[in-house]
């Protein structure tokens, strides 16, 4: 183990750690899940796979393998448990809303609500031919 | 080595404090299960800290297991909250 | 048999092999009679694949997703410090323009690694994402953060898919 590989890892761990800790702030004080689940998703996946990447240098092949897969896998699966939870937390209300500066979802499910009870759609229409276009 | 080990794992047990209690005060099971989900993942960080310092490659396969079951558990645990809470 | 139905099973023994960490006989036998097992234990439906990798594109698209994941982690992190308990935020329609499974799910993982924005929900049907987009303090900051997720799937697409001009026959 030579002393650049040594120093290397130590500026990845440190750094990994940096963003697990400010991670821990974020879902500390955000306000609602939805803003918790960023601070979880990006600041603490980053902290550990840097973390991972650091201690990748200091074991042997034959384990590093296995530890780039708990790095992939912490990839890979952010988005699934960010849908899962941020969708969850969203349809039940779970969301700070004096925090929001435009909502589209809650436009488009209440042309939903409207047009399933019969009302004719109007006026939010042109605003979603805005967006497609 | 062992100095930046200790620090790395000092500011981890921090960022778990901070989770820790995020996850007693909620306030809805979703705010808990985000900050489980991300306190399992600190425990793997410190866990590949421990690999790291005393060269435990064995400890990799636990690394490994408790990232899956971190995993699967917030998933599971949003979507019976979802489904108790009869959306769609 | 195309290299379509080998997919699944070269990923599921390569998984195995990454595992053990080696490469003897014994791992090598051991890995193809789980992969046959698991195969027939687990039903697994056939992932709609119709696309063309593209090898060079791929690697720039994990070069790119790297440094996206390093500065969604700097502005997350700094919106933690920053604003704390009053963040704005917003949630945002995308809609999008290709309609296969694999580029919506691309799509999806490459806006949850790009700075600031997450994935709510997906409208499969309709072939709408709805993204929460964090920091958002003006409807001008909003709309960036649109763009950035349709120029994710164009990234997506690129990589994946090739130009109709560049296709064989």
């Known amino acids: 183990m030579t002393a650049l590989t040594n120093v290397v890892s130590s500026v990845l761990m440190l750094v990994g750690a940096l963003f697990c800790l400010l991670a821990g702030v974020g879902v500390l004080r955000f306000p609602d899940a939805i803003c918790r689940l960023h601070a979880a998703a990006k600041a603490q996946t980053l902290g550990v796979v840097l973390i991972l990447l650091g201690t990748e240098l200091q074991v042997s092949v034959k384990f590093a393998w296995a530890l780039l897969l708990v790095a992939v896998f912490q990839l890979i699966t952010v988005p699934v448990t960010g849908q899962v939870v941020g969708r969850t937390a969203y349809r039940t209300g779970e969301i700070y809303r004096p925090g929001l500066v435009m909502d589209e979802l809650a436009d488009r499910l209440a042309a939903d609500a409207r047009r399933e009870s019969g009302e004719p759609a109007e006026p939010r229409e042109d605003a979603q031919e805005r967006g497609n276009g | ?88 | 048999m195309t290299l379509r139905y080998l997919v699944q099973p070269l990923w599921l023994l390569l998984l195995w092999l990454m595992l053990w960490g080696s490469v003897s006989a014994v791992v090598l036998i051991g890995g193809l009679a789980v992969v046959i097992a698991v195969r027939a234990a687990f039903r697994m439906p056939a992932v709609d694949l119709r696309v063309t990798l593209r090898p060079l594109r791929l690697i720039g698209l994990f070069w790119h997703l790297l440094i996206q994941l390093v500065s969604s982690a700097t502005s997350v992190a700094w919106a933690a410090i920053r604003h704390g308990g009053h963040v704005p935020a917003a949630v945002m329609e995308v809609p999008l323009e290709e309609d296969s499974d694999v580029i919506i799910a691309a799509t999806v993982f490459f806006t949850a690694m790009s700075p600031g924005s997450l994935v709510l929900e997906i409208d499969r049907e309709r072939r709408v994402l709805y993204v929460h987009g964090l920091p958002a303090g003006t409807r001008a900051e909003a709309e960036r953060r649109r763009r950035s997720v349709r120029q994710a799937e164009r990234a997506t697409v690129s990589a994946l898919k090739e130009a109709p001009k560049e296709a064989p026959k």
């Open chain 2, 1 to 88: 080595m062992n100095v930046v080990f200790a620090l790395t794992l000092i500011m981890l047990s921090v960022s778990a404090l901070l989770t820790l209690v995020r996850l007693v005060r909620g306030p809805s099971v979703l705010d808990r299960i985000v900050s489980l989900d991300v306190l399992v993942t600190l425990i793997v960080s410190a866990l590949a800290v421990h690999v790291a310092a005393n060269d435990a490659g064995r400890s990799v396969p636990l690394l490994l297991v408790l990232a899956l079951l971190g995993f699967i558990g917030s998933v599971t645990a949003a979507h019976l909250v979802g489904e108790r809470e009869d959306i769609r």
